[in-house]
């Protein structure tokens, strides 16, 4: 998400007026994702793809000329046959709906650049973010932020929260009579935060960096927590891992994995990251030690609640046994939870992203 | 099967006394143990040299655990350099094995370095 901040502000100081394409909707197979942005020049500069490049990304050019010629919005609608999707390079029949919309940059009060830097400033301060645009053009373009009251009704605010928490970005028919909305979704990178250095967290964290997730490493012997065992980590945090926890900051982007495998590390630990609103909390072990660290945290005062929201034993069942299935194992789940998805094979009825939309 | 830590060990495991951080400590040191990775701070108010407030802090075993909370009992309104050991083991009223007396003396060893540096500079 990084490169849409960049572009904008690399057009802002080379063009005066620039159409912002986004992929707004999918049906059938896309080789991107709902969010994707192109941005056309007024001086004919182009700056990333809806697609995956060819003639979809051709037509949008030329529309995207027209918007910015009639100075006015439009969705482009792309439908493709079978023949055409092979043709294009695309896998299966499928349509695309673009939303195509011009903007002078040079502007004092552009409203495109004043909104992509206050989601650029929220993410910074680790916040998601959902900028929802109605597609009938009759309003304009509002913020929702994750943690903050906004003045839309409950039924925007609801899907937004939901999209932001799958961090998925979507449009959805809202009201009678139905206005499309598109709701795109930001938020900082995806952060895996490991109590415990030992042997699983190493392959845990070259996974996580190679899923583009931030990894942080916590833990309280120097000698496990090196930069030669994590090299791809983006942290490692030495000292009490209860008292980390308290200074680390936790959403619905975050996954806490606790590899420790030692009631020492664990019991702390969840007592303070429980509560504290991640998107997954996962404890290495096994259901015999999960249930006694949960009595163990009940007896403490820990709400029933909160305990419901630990995943012990942590991971997918996939027959893991060495470091690396196990670490693969978690991850699937970590990704299925903040998905919404149950994590069954997708020939035994799992839905894949596409068919569920 | 025998009863490896005694009643007082385990109550000062899950209550554990004087668990936090003191505001502008005298004292403020943190030992742990490299290969388990038992981690305990005391925090220490010295007044006529004597503890006036003592607080830990600390991620560990039941008995470093313990131990910390015991001996911030122990040491509260006497001098800190006059605690044992034996008096600190002999508090958790459990048989310690050998094998885990380097749990039980962490605390310690964490007050007995902070003194150290202390004294030093008083």
Known sequence: MDELFTDLEKLAKVEKRVAMATLVGTRGTSPKREGAKMWVGEEGRILGSVTIGGCVDARVIADAETALATSQSRLLQVDLDNEDAWEMGLSCAGSLDVLIEPFDLNTTGNTLIDTYRAVRTAIERGKTVAIVTPLNGRAQRQLVFEDEHTDFDDEVRRIAFDLMRKRRSATVSIGDPPVDMFFEVHGPPPTLIIFGAGHVSMPLVSLAHDLGLKTIVVDGRPRFATRERFPQANELLIGIPSEIAQTLSYNSSTFVVLTAHDYKYDLPVLKVVLPAGAAYVGLLGSKRRGKAIKEFLKDSGMDESLLDRLHVPTGLDIGADTAPEIALSILAEAVAIKSGRSGVSLKKGGASLRESE | ?122
């Open chain 2, 1 to 122: 099967m025998a009863v490896l830590y005694s009643e007082k060990l385990l109550d000062h495991f899950r209550h554990p006394r004087n668990y936090g951080a003191l505001t502008d400590p005298d004292i403020s040191y943190e030992s742990f143990n490299p290969l388990c990775g038992d981690r305990i701070r005391i925090e220490v108010k010295i007044e006529n040299k004597s503890v006036k407030d003592v607080s830990f802090k600390g991620d560990g075993c039941a008995i470093s655990i313990a131990s910390a909370s015991l001996l911030t009992e122990i040491i509260r309104n006497t001098d800190p350099n006059r605690i044992s050991n034996d008096q600190l083991i002999a508090a958790l009223e459990s048989d310690i094995k050998p094998a885990r007396i380097q749990c039980a003396l962490l605390p310690l060893e964490a007050l007995r370095a902070g003194l150290k540096i202390y004294q030093d500079l008083h």
